[in-house]
């Protein structure tokens, strides 16, 4: 087997970063030779020397000499800035994007990649949210797969593999709950930021570990399920399974139901993505039923974490109500971190702003990113109030 040549979108992240230790592990199948940073010029320069990538591009643009001088020995070439990352994206110095930005910023890079015939293991939900249908539309017309690394599409596309011809009846996503499961709005009010980041099961990012917290983000799973499995909104279920051992499960006409199974650790899904069709053998610790006697699941409490019922609206509506959805959200978490609003006043933003900005109902990329950015000038508005 050939070198696969990795392009990591959002190197320095909690995804990123596992993913170059999974790269480390297997330099005979994996090589880096994109990797990007948003600010942490520091991390992405110690990366850069130990991975001889290619190409690296600092988002920043005030940290392009800093990034320069460091690699000036070196034959690493460095870019920077938001445009610099949908042009590497569309370079020919690699065969599959790992697509680990946070959020909508990670559309246009993906869509890059997508269009210039690379393979995808998508990370970056986001941008299935924001405009599933286009992205979707864009990997069938160029024959190129877009592989979930996200733990529960990984656990469906498992449990897929030699199904081809046979109908899904449904998806169950799992998710934790997160460290508030149980917990009502009288407590939730007084949520404050370092509280919602310990998160019981996974050490992430700090957006999506605040989406965990509020379920908004099994909500933006059940987008992402959609379009990734091309399924019917009520063809996705959730329920709340608190020790994350089973990542998600299948079911199919007959009734049968198949899970994916371990413990939680997203270099799993990392690396069951960069390797695909192969599995790679690893030495992490194995999942001991004996420890594990008990498996629990219960319902999502809808009504207290009110951000899933948005998203299972903005779901069955369609059109550009889920990127409305992903900008208020986007906005509000980002205001939640900084103290700036508190942890049931992200429901709030995002609820008006779904409320505020028209309706389309067959968007075109563009549109999409119109929708977007009026959401996101609306929902920062409701908070400088
Ligand atoms: P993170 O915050 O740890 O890392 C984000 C990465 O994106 C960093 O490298 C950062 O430099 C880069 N970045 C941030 N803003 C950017 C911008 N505006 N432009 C360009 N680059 C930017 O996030 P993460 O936890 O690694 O999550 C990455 C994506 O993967 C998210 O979409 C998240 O939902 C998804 N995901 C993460 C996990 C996890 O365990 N961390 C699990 C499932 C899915
Ligand atoms: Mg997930």
Not at 6 to 21: C, D, K, N, P, V
Not at 70 to 85: I, M, N, P, R, S
Request: hydrophobic share 45%; glycine share 6%.
């Amino acid at each position: 087997m050939s070198q696969k040549r990795i392009a990591i979108f959002g190197s320095t992240g909690s995804i990123g970063t596992q993913a170059l230790e999974v790269i480390a592990a297997n330099p005979e199948k994996f090589s880096a030779e994109v990797l990007t940073a948003q600010t942490n010029d520091e991390l992405l320069v110690q990366q850069a020397i130990k991975f001889n990538p290619n190409v690296v591009v600092i988002g920043d643009e005030k940290k392009y000499f800093k990034v320069k001088e460091a690699l000036a020995g070196t034959d690493v070439k460095v870019f920077a800035g938001e445009k610099a990352l949908e042009e590497v994206a569309a370079m020919d110095c690699y065969d599959l994007m790992l697509a680990a930005i946070v959020g909508y910023a990670g559309l246009k890079p993906t869509l890059e990649a997508l269009e210039t015939g690379k393979a995808v293991a998508l990370a970056n939900k986001e941008t299935l949210v924001v405009a599933g249908d286009i992205v979707m539309k864009k990997a069938m017309e160029k024959r190129v797969p877009v592989i979930p690394v996200d733990s529960e599409h990984s656990a469906i596309f498992q449990c897929l593999v030699g199904e081809t011809r046979n109908r899904i009846e449904k998806v169950i996503l799992t998710a934790s709950g997160g460290p508030f499961r149980g917990k009502k709005p009288n407590f939730l009010v007084n949520v404050k930021r370092d509280h919602a980041l310990q998160h019981p099961n996974w050490t992430m990012g700090a957006k999506i570990t605040i989406d965990s917290a509020t379920l908004m983000n099994k909500g933006l799973e059940m987008i992402e399920a959609k379009w990734l499995f091309n399924l019917k909104p009520d063809q996705i279920q959730v329920v709340i399974h608190p020790q994350s051992i089973i990542h998600s499960m299948v079911q199919f006409e007959d009734g049968s139901i198949k899970a994916q199974m371990g413990l939680p650790d997203m270099k799993l899904p990392i690396q069951y993505a960069l390797g695909f069709p192969n599995r790679i053998s690893n030495n992490s610790p194995r999942l001991n039923f004996r420890t594990f006697s008990t498996l629990n699941f219960e319902e999502p409490d809808i009504k207290t974490f009110r951000n899933l019922a948005l998203a299972i609206e903005a779901l069955n509506k369609g059109g550009n109500m889920p990127s409305i959805l992903n900008a208020a959200n986007e906005i509000a978490v980002y205001a939640f971190l900084r103290n700036r609003i508190g942890f049931l006043d992200m429901t709030e933003v995002v609820e008006q702003t779904m409320d505020k900005i028209p309706f389309i109902e067959t968007p075109t990329l563009e549109e999409y990113f119109e929708s977007d950015g009026e959401a996101r000038s609306f929902a920062a508005s409701l908070i400088q109030m």
